[in-house]
């Protein structure tokens, strides 16, 4: 999607403030002993209180309305029975249509005290968004933000899931241009005002190479390193951009 009016623009804001009550709220609440179904079903609740709808049931036919993965598990976890531990990283990925507009935004958590590891994890995947947003600019190219997501990861000694990457948003869950969270010389893309796109990075501790699960919906690492994801919504302008979720 490329903004092309004020009331669009007023349109995703709206959108973006809902994923991020529902995340807020999803994240107080996260404690050892609580499932992850529960998580689900406050995530569900926030939506519908302010007439929103999850995407991922809609579009993919998603069994839940937030993708809840905890630890190795990267992506797309499905909400369950299954009891969050003290020690645990839980990410929330939630993303949800209001009015005909679509935001997207995912946080890691922490069950309680985690290791120094997921500590580090945890500042390292933050931060690689927010190096992919400082490249979010009016002329650069999609692979400009891949290159500075790579560049803060290897730094901090963990590995990008390549696999995975972010993407155009705004009126559907998954639209043009891919944003790779690694330099992709094809991923000429160029950047441009009014762009809508899910800036995400995706990494690791180990090889970072994927393992879909036998769900047929969670992804976790291959060789069971923790992994955290961070996403928003951010639309491009000729300064910074929009961080619609946050």
């Known amino acids: ?8 623009l007023e349109g995703l804001k709206r959108c973006g403030r809902i994923v991020r009550i529902a995340l807020n709220r999803m994240a107080a609440a996260v404690r050892p002993g609580i499932t ?7 995530g569900a609740k ?3 209180e302010h007439g929103a709808e999850p995407s991922p049931p809609k579009v993919y036919g998603f069994p839940g309305a937030v993708c809840i993965s905890v630890n190795e598990e990267a992506i797309h976890g499905v909400p369950s029975n299954r009891t969050l531990q003290a020690g645990d990283l839980v990410k929330l990925d ?7 507009f679509v935001t997207d935004a995912a946080v890691t958590v922490r069950v309680g005290e985690v290791s120094p590891t997921a500590e ?18 009016p002329g650069n190219r999609a692979y400009d933000i891949g290159r500075a997501v790579e560049r803060e990861v290897r730094h901090s000694g963990f590995s990008v899931m390549k696999a995975f990457c972010g993407h155009g948003v705004g009126r559907t869950i998954h639209e043009e241009p891919e944003i790779p969270n690694y330099f992709e010389r094809q991923c000429r893309t160029k950047l ?3 762009l809508v796109i899910a800036i995400e990075p995706i990494i690791a501790v180990g090889s970072g190479v994927e393992k879909p699960q036998r ?6 690492t291959a060789d069971r390193g923790l992994a955290a994801h961070y996403e928003h919504t951010v639309v491009i302008t000729n300064g910074n951009p ?3 979720t946050n």
């Open 1 to 8: 999607m490329s903004i092309k009016t004020q009331a669009e």
């Open 36 to 42: 992850t179904r529960e998580l689900d079903a406050i």
């Open 46 to 48: 926030v939506l519908a």
């Open 94 to 100: 939630l993303v949800a249509e209001k009015d005909g």
């Open 120 to 137: 580090a994890l945890i500042r390292c995947v933050e931060n690689a968004f927010w190096q992919g947003a400082k490249a979010a600019r």
């Open 192 to 194: 441009k005002e009014g």
């Open 215 to 220: 769900d047929g919906w969670t992804v976790s």
């Open 242 to 244: 929009i961080v619609l």
